[in-house]
């Protein structure tokens, strides 16, 4: 029997933020050391400060993706079906002001801005793993806030079952959108007790800093036991629903991407392997775990096939 | 007697390698990472698929210009598609999966389209095997039977890489479309219509690649 641990409760949440502080001091001192130097050209240039991702490990002693590696390789359709285009498309994309409405089944529905909902809740820190539904992996040290705060906040109707996800739709700014043979803007969905799992974040940062725009700025979901894809990026409008939603890759190929999408090295799929994956900067390939570790999400499933419900 | 090759040969030959070249150069530059396995299996893929149909054109090209020089550059440019096509698999056998076969096998046995590449590399190796001229006038009339598979080969291929992409498919059809316009070339009544009148132009540039 596996034990059933929350990531927060093996490495303390005060560990994290002590390594965030450590994380923002040591950066200050390198890009302190770095004005010092252009103060004296004989002076050597200083290493740039590459260690402080190495310091940090998922609960499984698996260790932070690199920074670059994070920015550097991203799918984000909407910018380019490329992994390293959107890394340039994006840098110039406007993220602030920002405002998320959420409604749909709810008691009190808000208009919010990022910044003021980084104020308003609790922001955490936590390390999990992102496994893409195309094979390749990451560990991500992520800042947001719970999912279930905000839906604390807005009090859901008891008629509410599912919470529907939409990004952005902004083709000027968003090359990708042009694209007519998609299903544009980008919507997600989860079942309300998987939204209000303490794993499911609304993240608003990485390695303590701001998200990068090619990785979902200012606020993304991250929901660590599914593929990657049902962690919709630049979300514009969240709403509880009574129906189950359309996610934009079921609306597109629905045998291929179903609506839970949780990881399961048993249920393959017809393009990727769903057995194996490829940790970022890793050089071999290792097992895919079923619900991508995270044990203590099977009871969501309890009595369900995970075959037929993919 | 050393066997010396003919400008077209040279010429096509360097063609090839330079996707090679290219790739290389952009490793050492470190412009596939932090995936190189990722890049290196579609770059393959895609240089494969291409050489398959310069090669594929050749036939086509030398019923309209009269010009022996092309049937040369068919024999390169499957050769090269046939070593892009075995990069390709190695990457994925051998880089990617590690020869794992805790992993490859249910990749094959529950991925169709992984089946269907690995029959068009399988059935290339006879076409590589008899791509030389000797063995070629040796065989005969067998020869052209054995290299007919070829038009299969190109399904197969074509079939592979539709299944192969996700999401937008439409690069994927307009290989497809490519294919069909090539198989067109070879309808005897479009390939006499088209079919160009002898010129001295053409001739004198053939003899000097045939050289």
Request: proline share 6%; aromatic share 12%; hydrophobic share 40%.
């Amino acid at each position: 029997m596996i034990e059933k641990k929350k990531p927060d409760v093996i490495t303390p949440q005060e560990l994290y933020q002590s390594r965030r502080k450590f994380l923002k001091t040591s950066l200050t001192y390198s890009s302190a050391a770095a004005l010092l130097a252009a103060c004296q050209p004989i002076a050597p240039t200083p290493t740039p400060q590459t260690g402080t991702s190495s310091a940090l490990s998922d609960e499984l002693g698996d260790l932070t993706t690199s920074e670059e590696d994070i920015a550097g390789f991203t799918n984000y359709y909407e910018f380019s079906s490329s992994k390293k285009q959107p890394t340039e498309l994006a840098a110039d994309f406007v993220t602030q002001p920002w405002t998320v409405q959420i409604g749909g089944l709810v008691k009190k529905p808000q208009e919010i801005l990022v910044t003021d909902l980084k104020q308003q809740f609790n922001m955490i820190d936590r390390i999990y793993r992102m496994r893409c539904v195309e094979a390749w992996s990451m560990v991500i040290p992520w800042s947001g806030i719970l999912l279930k705060d905000l839906l604390d906040a807005v009090q859901p109707t008891s008629a509410a079952k599912y919470i529907r996800f939409e990004g952005t739709f902004d083709p000027d700014q968003m090359p990708g959108q042009n694209h007519s043979s998609y299903p544009w803007p980008y919507v997600e969905g989860l079942r309300l007790d998987e939204a209000t799992h303490d794993l499911t974040l609304l993240a608003t940062g990485i390695y303590g800093k701001d998200l990068t725009s090619q990785n979902g700025a200012p606020i993304r979901l991250v929901v660590p036991w599914k593929y990657g894809f049902k962690s919709i990026k630049a979300i514009k409008k969240i709403d509880l629903v009574e129906e189950m939603p359309t996610s934009f890759w079921m609306a597109l190929s629905s045998q291929e991407y179903g609506f839970y999408a949780n990881v399961n090295p048993n249920v393959p799929h017809p393009r990727w392997s769903q057995a194996s994956e490829q940790r970022i900067g890793e050089s071999g390939r290792r097992d895919t775990l079923l619900f991508n570790g995270y044990d203590e999400v099977a009871d969501l499933y309890t009595g369900m096939d995970l075959s037929v419900n993919f | 007697m050393e066997k010396r090759f003919s400008k077209v040969q040279n010429i096509t030959l360097l063609i090839s390698v330079i996707p090679t070249g290219v790739f290389l150069f952009n490793y050492t530059q470190n412009a596939y990472d932090p995936y190189p396995t990722l890049f290196l299996t579609q770059f393959s893929a895609k240089t494969a698929l291409l050489f398959l149909l310069v090669s594929l054109t050749c036939t086509p090209l030398r019923n309209i210009l009269g010009m022996s020089a092309w049937l040369k550059v068919r024999k390169t440019s499957g050769l090269a598609a046939f070593y892009y096509a075995l990069l390709h698999t190695f990457t994925f056998i051998v880089l990617d999966y590690q020869l794992n076969p805790n992993w490859l096998i249910p990749e094959f046995r529950d991925k169709p389209y992984l089946l269907l590449g690995l029959a068009a590399l399988v059935l290339l190796i006879p076409l590589a095997l008899t791509s030389g001229e000797r063995i070629q006038a040796r065989l005969g009339k067998i020869w052209k039977r054995i290299h007919r598979l070829v038009y299969l080969i190109g399904l197969l291929i074509l079939a592979h890489q539709y299944f192969a992409i996700k999401g937008d498919k439409s690069s994927a059809v307009l290989y497809i479309i490519v294919y069909g316009i090539l198989m067109m070339l070879r309808l005897p009544f479009i390939r006499d219509t088209l079919k160009i009148k002898p010129c001295t132009i053409c001739q004198t540039i053939n003899q000097w690649l045939i050289s």
